[in-house]
């Protein structure tokens, strides 16, 4: 049988209602009894107790060093955590966990466990079947779907389909036939060389365009500490350049040793700057492609390479690696 580990960090799914709103009070052995029996011997921990809104750096780290530590004595773990912020925090793990040698499935629900008809179960269950049966990584199982971590962004407020693999297929679906697994899963050279890193750099924005928007504020964050800039432009990346110089601003901007990492707003496909001439201009200027990373991949990977001191060459190189199949090159 397998051994599996549940790592609780609070979220919708441990919530229970409250005069100020749901709060997550359920610990995970609450969470595992309204599961029934499981194929699995199961062992439980609560290491927070977090709206994930509140799961910020400090909590990546702490949940990164968990997994670490108790690793060795699991086949698998699951981390139940709040949906909202769930997609930054599978992508900065995944970063944090490079050559995980176990697989590591996040989950959690939009409506708590002690509704009658919640997805709670259904979520958990799928999780505990991955981390029993998924090759070694960091993955986010919700509504049928077990999605990598890194690919992974909540594309619903309320719905119970509430994430999407963004850019690539699922990495499995729940069928008759039980965990079907759909795309070649995931099995990078250095797995099972697990390292632990948690050096970040959270001094970095994410800014998305809009027309009007003063390229002067991004001088603006730099000087109030920002140390990289995610920048998601329209299209394909591409970004004005006449009365507001966003491209020009990208220049000086680089020059200075700010990395800026140039992405879509729109969440499907990737970013492509080579084709037009408003995104060219930026590329020349030295403008970073996130291709066709998320959001959340892209500013935790930037995080991850600033907090290895990288410079900005260093981080334009390390944009042109797949590291852990958050991007296709
Ligand atoms: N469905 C949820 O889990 C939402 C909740 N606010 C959270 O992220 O913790």
């Known amino acids: 049988m397998k051994k599996l580990l549940l790592l609780s960090t609070g979220g919708t799914i ?11 009070r359920e610990s995970g052995e609450g969470l595992i009894k309204m599961l029934g029996q499981l194929p699995y011997e199961i062992e439980v921990r609560d290491i927070l107790q977090l709206d994930s809104s509140n799961i910020q750096p400090e909590e990546w780290k702490f949940i990164a060093k968990q997994i670490y530590d108790l690793r060795k004595n699991y086949d ?98 729940v069928t008759s036939d039980g965990l079907v697994f759909e795309s070649q899963q995931l099995n990078f050279p250095h797995a099972n060389q697990c390292t632990l890193n948690t050096e970040i750099d959270p001094h970095v924005s994410l800014v998305k365009l809009f027309p009007g928007f003063d390229p002067k504020l991004l001088f603006a964050m730099v000087e109030m500490g920002c140390k990289g800039i995610v920048i998601e432009g329209y299209g394909l990346g591409g970004m004005n350049y006449i009365r507001r110089n966003m491209v020009g601003a990208i220049g000086e901007l680089i020059k200075n040793g700010i990395p800026v990492i140039a992405t879509s707003q729109c969440l499907y496909e990737r970013s492509d700057l080579t084709k037009y001439e408003v995104g060219r201009e930026a590329l020349l200027k030295g403008a970073i492609s996130a291709h066709d990373m998320t959001s959340e991949s892209t500013i935790t990977k930037l995080m991850w390479a600033l907090g290895q001191k990288m410079n900005v060459h260093q981080v334009a190189d390390f944009f042109k690696h797949n590291i852990v199949g958050e991007v296709s090159l």
């Open 14 to 24: 441990a919530s229970v209602a409250s005069d100020s709103g749901l709060i997550p």
């Open 76 to 173: 698998g773990i699951v981390v139940s955590h709040g949906t909202d912020t769930m997609a930054y925090t599978a992508s900065m793990l995944s970063f944090m966990l490079q050559g995980i040698d176990l697989p590591v499935v996040l989950t959690g629900s939009q409506v708590p466990i002690n509704v009658v008809l919640s997805d709670a179960p259904d979520n958990l269950r799928l999780a505990f079947a991955a981390a029993a049966t998924c090759h070694p990584g960091i993955y986010l199982a919700f509504s049928e779907k077990v999605m990598l971590g890194c690919r992974s962004v909540k594309v619903r407020t309320t719905n119970f389909d509430a994430f999407e693999s963004v850019n690539v297929p699922p990495v499995a679906t």
